[in-house]
């Protein structure tokens, strides 16, 4: 990823890249500065817990936004999930093994 527009940056790469896991030459998800932990673990819980179905999913699996933008999910001052409120939001199914 030299010289790409993530270098020496504070943005991620998009949520698509992180999660891919098929392509050895291009997998992202270990690397903890383009694709943070945090959204990639909240990643599997909207997945695991029917996110599609919820009632308000806002932002979640976005490519670009911030987890902590995420409907329902608060960061502290490091982007450090520190809540997560989804009540009344119509999850259902199974926690991950990530979480």
Not at 13 to 35: I, K, Y
Request: hydrophobic content about 30%; overall charge negative.
């Amino acid at each position: 990823l030299k010289d790409n527009r993530f270098q020496n940056t504070s943005t991620t790469a998009p949520l698509s890249l992180c999660l891919e896991r098929g392509v050895e030459e291009f997998d992202l998800a270990d690397d903890t500065v383009l694709c943070p932990p945090e959204r990639n673990v909240l990643s599997d819980f909207y997945d695991s817990a029917k996110g599609a179905e919820w009632t308000d999913g806002s932002l979640w699996q976005d490519e670009y936004a911030s987890y902590c933008n995420w409907k329902g999910v608060t960061c502290d001052e490091m982007s450090c999930v520190t809540k997560l409120n989804l009540t009344n939001n119509g999850l259902s199914g199974r926690l991950s093994e990530s979480i």
